[in-house]
């Protein structure tokens, strides 16, 4: 892989914030080997199907993880239309054929009927979720000679599932709010949506708004976390940085960056997680949605920009590179367990900063 020749170029492929000139540097040497490494992973253990399971080559097929590996390979420059590494871009494909296939089969609810272990955690629409983000960002990114016949079968699959998603938004702008994180799901819901509507595709019947006051709503304002309670779904304690990460990705991506209140969650959330900080000896270490979380968190702080950029993506970067292991993955071993899921959102994390998905974009 030619990772190296991407970043001397990605500072002007899309309109992201350029990093301050007097910010630490965003991609290392070290980072850059760290993703190489992943990408081998991750490219060595696509089944044949184009899918990826939640570990090894051969597990049950996962149409989260294989968003998520597609994801992460687009990511580092490879999509459908072409990149530096010809095996990347092939499994792209791949990948994409295997989810176009199963939105075919259940246009609405890809996962119709299913019981997953990330369905158990982020709810039972999670992989409908992340099958919009990656089906927007290849239909987004399509190369010219694309077959128009195959352009507008995407994008009526996309239609399909994004008027299902938008359908099943609660009065109070929430998705899953029966689930113990419903933040993260209604994170994931509004990124589907919003990178659907970015790719061209019409939103109906979904309220941004809502989904806007949902994320404050959740604010404590004496702390700055967003962990309160609503009914019977209760976060607090370590699902905070979960809860932290999602609104902020909402928020930061709306334009509310500028509130007084968003700064100081994002504010707290680095000081949670951050050395010494009350977190800082859980995050990264045991769970896959922590992996996540990471990924959402960046880009976040992307879009601010300036000081608590600078703070924390050499944080997160490094933590990153010091925990990943020899075989260049990341594992969750609780929740969201396996080593796919949590090295596919790894791969995001570090390079968030190549800003080559439009789903960065403020």
């Known amino acids: 892989m030619r990772l190296p020749a991407i970043a001397s170029l990605i500072a002007v492929v899309f309109a992201a914030p350029a990093p301050a000139q007097d910010s630490p540097a965003e991609i290392t040497e070290k980072s850059q080997k760290s993703v190489e490494k992943a990408t081998r992973w991750i490219l060595k253990n696509q089944n044949r199907n184009g899918s990826w399971g939640l570990d090894v080559k051969g597990t049950s097929e996962c149409i989260t993880c294989t968003s998520l590996c597609a994801l992460a390979l687009m990511a580092a ?20 054929e295997f989810v176009l296939t199963k939105a075919r089969q259940k246009p609405k609810d890809i996962a119709h009927g299913a019981t997953t272990l990330v369905q158990n955690k982020l709810g039972h ?29 995407m994008r009526e699959v996309l239609s399909d599932m994004v ?46 708004d809502k989904i806007v006051a949902f994320m404050k709503k959740a604010q404590n304002p004496s702390t700055g976390h967003f962990d309160r309670c609503f009914g019977n779904n209760a976060w607090g304690g370590y699902q905070t940085i979960y809860a932290d990460a999602s609104a902020l990705r909402v928020l930061y991506g709306m334009g509310d960056g500028a509130s007084a209140e968003t700064k ?99």
């Open 77 to 96: 420059g490879n999509h459908e239309r072409g990149g530096p590494d010809r095996e990347s871009v092939d499994a792209v494909r791949s990948a994409l």
């Open 125 to 153: 629409k999670v992989h409908t979720f992340f099958a919009i983000v990656f089906l927007t960002q290849a239909y987004g990114m399509r190369g010219r000679w694309v077959p128009r016949e195959h352009l507008e079968e």
């Open 163 to 208: 008027t299902s998603v938008a359908s099943s938004q609660e009065s109070d702008g929430s998705w899953h709010k029966e689930m113990f994180g419903s933040l993260k799901a209604t994170a994931m819901a509004w990124l589907a949506l919003r990178s659907a509507s970015s790719a061209g595709i019409e939103i109906k019947n979904a309220a941004v």
């Open 264 to 362: 100081k969650g994002a504010e707290a959330m680095i000081k949670s997680v951050g050395r010494n900080g009350p977190m800082s000896t859980q995050f990264l270490t045991v769970e896959g949605e922590d992996y996540l979380c990471s990924a959402m968190m960046t880009q976040a702080m992307m879009i601010e920009g300036g000081k608590l950029w600078a703070q924390w993506f050499p944080f997160v970067r490094d933590e990153l590179i010091k925990r990943q292991s020899n075989d260049g993955t990341w594992t969750g071993t609780a929740c969201i367990s396996g080593k796919t899921f949590a090295t596919a959102c790894a791969v995001l994390t570090l390079t968030t900063p190549y800003r080559l998905l439009p789903l960065y974009e403020n």
